[in-house]
């Protein structure tokens, strides 16, 4: 089989997670890594500075030896300001978003970092849903945003929505949207507590554009709650390879004229 790229999301700060995604590159010859967002680590230092910190001094060492591309979005567990600064402390991972990525095999990539209101505080990558529901219980629109002046309290309220972001994207049909928060009522949305968190925004996009696939994190459990990574919506293939705490997990993805297979893996399984 031969692979167009490695799609994996919500490393989380977890350098083993990272290393064994770059060995799984390497034994098939290097193929672009995708990065589906939240790069850093959640929780106490988890600040601007902290995350500028981890990656220039501890994930740029390990990206740097990867002879493939590496490319990311950004989630809600990232600062904005970490992510402005992503081509000087890491020039080894290239950010992903509205201007479509072609890989070598033709396939087309387009990234989207923005989630709808979650019950935590960095704020800086979600918007409203057109509903001006938040898909998450307890899904807040006040909390932190990042700045030249570092941590500020905001409001995501009167904020272009999902949707208008969305649209800024110009055409999806027939293109891969790598998308931190996946679409509502899907196999990549279920949460533990079996309600759909996904974007009700997304949804009606891909209904709307058909792009060839969306592929996201965000709910980590979602997967092994629905017992599936790999499910359509529309036409359109949804995936999320989820993330587990014992083993990485990643998505395979293979292109060929036009045609897009994808295949979930747990490494060192």
């Not at 030896?65 to 020039?91: H, M, Q």
Request: net charge negative; aromatic share 6%; proline share 7%.
């Amino acid at each position: 089989m031969d692979i167009s790229f490695i799609f994996a999301a919500d490393i989380h700060g977890d350098i083993s997670a990272m290393e064994a995604l770059m060995k799984k590159g390497s034994d098939e010859g290097y193929p672009p890594l995708v990065l589906g967002g939240d790069l850093f680590r959640s929780g106490s230092g988890n600040d601007p500075h902290s995350q500028e910190v981890f990656l220039r001094d501890r994930l740029r060492p390990v990206i740097s030896r990867y002879r493939g591309d590496v490319l990311t979005i950004f989630g809600n567990n990232d600062w904005r300001s970490t992510a402005e600064k992503l081509p000087e402390l890491c020039p080894s991972i290239l950010p992903l978003g509205k201007e479509p990525v072609t890989l070598d095999d033709g396939a087309e990539l387009i990234g989207f970092s923005f989630v709808p209101p979650t019950p935590f505080i960095i704020k800086d990558w979600e918007r409203p849903e057109s509903s001006g529901r938040g898909s998450e219980r307890g899904g807040s629109m006040n909390g932190l945003c990042s700045g030249d002046r570092g941590m500020e309290e905001c409001s995501i309220k009167g904020r272009e929505t999902i949707r208008e972001e969305l649209l800024k994207l110009g055409p999806l049909k027939g293109r891969i949207l790598v998308s931190h928060g996946p679409p509502f009522g899907t196999c990549a949305d279920i949460s533990g507590g079996g309600r759909h968190l996904g974007s009700r925004d997304l949804t009606e996009i891909i209904r709307e554009e058909h792009p060839l696939a969306v592929l996201s994190g965000h709910i980590h459990e979602a997967p092994f709650i629905s017992g599936k990574a790999v499910c359509s919506m529309s036409g359109t293939l949804i995936a999320n390879p989820g993330r587990r705490w014992d083993a990485p997990t990643c998505i395979i993805a293979s292109f060929r004229e036009g045609d897009l297979s994808l295949e979930h893996a747990i490494l060192g399984k």
